[in-house]
């Protein structure tokens, strides 16, 4: 299966500063099939970004996401304070459909 | 947009067996694949299975294969899960999520599921 390594595990960062969050797989990711997702304390995961960098319904253009292969990226802008959170990567290119471990961005 | 409910969840002794029943409304489940992700207590994500729309096809991840089962009932628009030979590891919150393409696009809140004797 392939394994996802997110770094950092923790960013700590202040509203308004941009956050850059790694995603990288032990092995390619066929058609960059990468999807990211935004988790807030006692709420369900919120699909945030797919196919690496398409934005999903709603989410604002603060998100983005790129990267290929095996090293993608999740960028935020300019953090606003409803973005603290943890944010998770999942290739969804093979089965199983594994989940990196999670960086949480804190203020 | 719509709403996916889950239930099922409970205390159960290892060994035993739950069915976790997922059900949408306001869109047609079957137009879409489907997955269970689960999260154990202070844990990360984690991809348990996954259906395809017509429920022909079926995805585990090794750590449930041979013990879980999913399924989906068209005429109920309701994603199952069932659970057997069920081990403490197993013990987590399980979301019914809504596949576009594949990955998660909208998740239900969620049922948790403890195995404990």
């Known amino acids: 299966e392939i394994v996802l390594t997110q770094s950092p595990g923790t960013l700590s960062l202040s509203p308004g500063e941009r956050a850059i969050l790694s995603c990288r797989a032990s092995q390619n990711v066929g058609n960059n099939y990468v999807a990211w997702y935004q988790q807030k304390p006692g709420q369900a995961p919120r699909l945030l970004i797919y196919?690496?960098?398409t934005r999903a319904t709603g989410i604002p253009d603060r998100f983005s996401g790129s990267g290929s292969g095996i090293d993608f990226t999740l960028t935020i802008s300019r953090l606003e304070p409803d973005d603290f959170a943890v944010y998770y990567c999942q290739q969804c290119a093979y089965s199983p459909r594994t989940f990196g471990q999670g960086t949480r961005v804190e203020i | 947009e719509g709403q996916l409910l889950e239930s099922g969840g409970g205390l159960v002794q290892p060994g035993g067996s739950l069915r976790l029943s997922c059900a949408a409304s306001g869109f047609t489940f079957s137009n879409n694949g489907a997955s269970w992700v689960r999260q154990a207590p202070g844990r990360g994500l984690e991809w348990v299975a996954g259906?395809?729309?017509?429920?022909?096809?079926?995805y585990y991840a090794d750590s449930v294969k041979g013990r879980f089962t999913i399924s989906r009932d068209s005429s109920k628009n309701t994603l199952y899960l069932q659970m057997n030979i069920l081990r403490g590891d197993d013990t987590a919150r399980y979301y019914c999520?809504?596949?576009?393409?594949?990955?998660?696009?909208?998740w239900g809140q969620g049922t948790v599921v403890t195995v404990s004797s």
């Open positions: 259906i395809s729309e017509s429920g022909d096809r079926t």
């Open positions: 196919d690496a960098s």
């Open positions: 999520t809504k596949d576009q393409g594949w990955e998660s696009s909208h």
